[in-house]
């Protein structure tokens, strides 16, 4: 197993952002080009969607040509026809008689409360970020979908700290590779797999300090906070070069939540709007062990939540954990 720098790894992947800092939104394209298998989990009880009925098994289209992740909660659902008319000029597309019809999934996170809630990814922004797109390592943090996002809100909004987007990948060996991108605007904190600690929490309003989400909402002394519902979710694409079916790409979807959990706890809580897409690209020939693919899965999902987090900067009055541990 070899580390790598993210999504854009996986070979018929690219990926493109849209960063509004003045507005504090903005929205992130995962293109495939020449098609993928698609699937998609949703787990957050308070989700916004696009297009996602098209992935389950049951359901004729097999193809998927990107995914959309946005803010601007559910206005920011229409970023996607701006993907739509992208990939359209660009004669991409499921083939539907003489028409070319691109089929682009999207999910939404709120981040209206941050700065503005006026401004919104629109279909113009969603074009953007295609044109921005690129299959070279992307830049993380306070960008894209991620760019008003924000964490560890189980004591309340005012004291949680900033979210982002990260992307983290794994070569498992032989060409197979599989990588994950998530945008992380989750009630819960987040928290190291690998070590347990503590990598975002609410702040403690006496010493600045962050606190433990998971053992603060299950102490005998937990007060509960308004949590406005609706407001809050981690959203993503896991992606593998391997040959899928729709069923395994779906399985893909679902296994990938494993490592959400992993890294954001308490997760999909009632408040949140937790999704991930599972899109298999096909570039690599040979048949692969899928149970490989998905333990891969959720390790990706897990570092590249880890890594939104470490890696964004303070917006709109919201620190980053990087300032409150310089000013620590």
């Given at each position: 197993?070899?580390?790598?720098?993210?999504i854009t790894d996986?070979?018929?992947?690219?990926?493109?952002?849209?960063?509004?800092l003045?507005a504090a939104?903005?929205?992130?394209v995962v293109?495939?080009e020449d098609g993928a298998?698609?699937?998609?989990?949703?787990r957050?009880p308070?989700?916004?969607?696009?297009?996602?009925d098209?992935?389950?098994p049951?359901?004729?289209?097999n193809v998927v040509h990107a995914v959309?992740?946005?803010?601007?909660?559910?206005?920011g659902?229409?970023?996607?026809?701006?993907?739509?008319r992208?990939?359209?000029e660009?004669?991409?597309?499921?083939q539907a008689?003489?028409?070319?019809v691109?089929?682009?999934?999207?999910?939404?996170?709120?981040?209206l409360r941050?700065i503005?809630?006026?401004?919104r990814?629109?279909?113009?922004d969603?074009?953007?970020?295609c044109?921005?797109a690129?299959?070279?390592?992307?830049?993380e943090?306070t960008?894209?979908?991620g760019?008003g996002a924000?964490?560890g809100?189980?004591?309340?909004y005012?004291?949680g700290?900033?979210?982002g987007?990260g992307t983290?990948?794994?070569?498992?060996?032989?060409?197979?590779?599989?990588g994950?991108i998530?945008a992380v605007?989750?009630?819960?904190?987040?928290?190291?797999?690998r070590?347990?600690a503590?990598v975002a929490?609410?702040r403690?309003?006496?010493s600045?300090?962050?606190?433990?989400?998971l053992?603060?909402?299950?102490?005998?002394?937990?007060?509960?906070?308004?949590?406005?519902?609706g407001t809050?979710?981690t959203?993503?694409v896991?992606?593998?070069?391997?040959?899928?079916?729709?069923?395994?790409?779906n399985?893909?979807?679902?296994s990938?939540?494993d490592?959400l959990a992993m890294?954001?706890?308490p997760?999909?809580l009632m408040?949140?709007g937790?999704?991930?897409?599972g899109i298999?690209?096909?570039?690599?020939g040979?048949?692969?062990?899928l149970n490989r693919?998905l333990?891969?899965a959720a390790v990706?999902?897990?570092?590249?939540?880890v890594?939104?987090i470490?890696s964004?900067?303070?917006?709109?009055?919201v620190?980053s954990i990087?300032?409150?541990?310089?000013?620590?």
């Amino acid at each position: 197993m070899i580390y790598s720098g993210g999504i854009t790894d996986v070979e018929g992947v690219k990926v493109g952002h849209r960063t509004n800092l003045e507005a504090a939104t903005g929205c992130t394209v995962v293109l495939f080009e020449d098609g993928a298998v698609g699937g998609v989990d949703v787990r957050g009880p308070s989700p916004g969607t696009r297009e996602t009925d098209l992935l389950r098994p049951t359901y004729n289209v097999n193809v998927v040509h990107a995914v959309l992740l946005s803010g601007g909660s559910a206005f920011g659902l229409d970023a996607a026809g701006g993907v739509v008319r992208y990939l359209e000029e660009h004669g991409i597309g499921y083939q539907a008689g003489d028409v070319k019809v691109p089929i682009v999934p999207a999910a939404i996170l709120y981040d209206l409360r941050m700065i503005t809630n006026k401004i919104r990814p629109g279909a113009e922004d969603g074009y953007a970020a295609c044109v921005n797109a690129t299959g070279e390592p992307i830049t993380e943090g306070t960008v894209g979908a991620g760019t008003g996002a924000t964490v560890g809100k189980v004591m309340g909004y005012d004291r949680g700290v900033k979210g982002g987007i990260g992307t983290s990948g794994i070569h498992l060996g032989d060409g197979l590779m599989v990588g994950a991108i998530t945008a992380v605007n989750a009630i819960g904190g987040v928290y190291d797999h690998r070590t347990g600690a503590v990598v975002a929490g609410p702040r403690d309003p006496k010493s600045g300090q962050m606190q433990d989400s998971l053992a603060l909402m299950t102490s005998p002394d937990f007060k509960k906070p308004v949590i406005e519902q609706g407001t809050n979710t981690t959203i993503g694409v896991v992606a593998t070069n391997a040959r899928l079916t729709k069923e395994q790409a779906n399985k893909l979807a679902s296994s990938s939540h494993d490592g959400l959990a992993m890294a954001v706890r308490p997760a999909h809580l009632m408040g949140d709007g937790d999704v991930l897409f599972g899109i298999a690209t096909g570039k690599h020939g040979p048949e692969v062990e899928l149970n490989r693919i998905l333990a891969a899965a959720a390790v990706c999902v897990s570092d590249a939540i880890v890594k939104a987090i470490r890696s964004a900067t303070g917006l709109g009055g919201v620190p980053s954990i990087t300032e409150l541990s310089l000013n620590g």
